[in-house]
């Protein structure tokens, strides 16, 4: 099993920035990507970051004002956020799965954390 435990989201004026962290803890996790979920609306992708870190893959949203990255020593992936809007605010899923390669889908992720709620005030 692998447990995911995401942390840094808050209230952060519009324009703010914000850095989630999500550490794993268990076996191995290759693919690993975040989702997120506003009220009354479906959960969406985000990002996604392959094991080197080398690939990348974003949500058009959020492309340009968001920046994925992993270390690999710590079992940690990140997610910068600047230039945050209120449509950002959405409570924030870390995702991990055993498999190589980018994935936008939430069906490719065996593993999830809790989440952490971002709110961004106008």
């Known amino acids: 099993q692998v447990q995911l435990v995401e942390s840094g989201g808050g209230l952060v004026q519009a324009g703010g920035s914000l850095r989630l962290s999500c550490a794993a803890s268990?076996?191995?996790?290759?693919?690993l990507g975040w989702f997120r979920q506003a009220p009354g609306k479906e959960r969406e992708f985000v990002a996604a970051?392959?094991?080197?870190?080398?690939?990348?893959d974003y949500a058009d949203s959020v492309k340009g004002r968001f920046t994925i990255s992993r270390d690999n020593a710590k079992n940690t992936v990140y997610l910068q956020m600047n230039s945050l809007k209120p449509e950002d605010t959405a409570v924030y899923y870390c995702?991990?799965?055993?498999?190589?390669?980018?994935?936008?889908?939430?069906?490719?992720?065996?593993?999830w954390g809790q989440g952490t709620q971002v709110t961004v005030s106008s």
């Open positions: 268990g076996r191995t996790i290759s693919r």
């Open positions: 995702a991990a799965d055993r498999s190589y390669g980018l994935a936008q889908w939430g069906i490719e992720y065996d593993y």
């Open positions: 970051i392959s094991w080197s870190g080398v690939n990348t």
